[in-house]
């Protein structure tokens, strides 16, 4: 019973694997469509906006919300 359970397991991986496998590149004229501000991924796009603008009023810069540290150097 165990064998048969760990054959079903390969093969469902195996079936998640080749739905993947087909999938399009993205073309040169599409990447203005995906880099727009609506297609980003994120959950809470009015905190998003927020915190931006909280953290480009005390640094004067903008972007750059995965990088730790602050304006002081002592990241």
Partial sequence: MKH???LM????VVAQLSGC?????VKPWERGT???KEMALNS?????ALDDHIYFS???SS???SFAG???GCN
């Fill in 58 to 60: 005390k640094e004067g």
């Fill in 4 to 6: 048969v359970g760990k």
């Fill in 44 to 48: 809470a796009g009015l905190d998003n």
């Fill in 21 to 25: 496998a087909t999938l399009e590149r």
């Fill in 34 to 36: 995906l880099a727009k």
């Fill in 63 to 65: 972007g750059g919300r």
């Fill in 70 to 72: 602050g304006g002081c």
């Fill in 9 to 12: 397991l390969a093969a469902l």
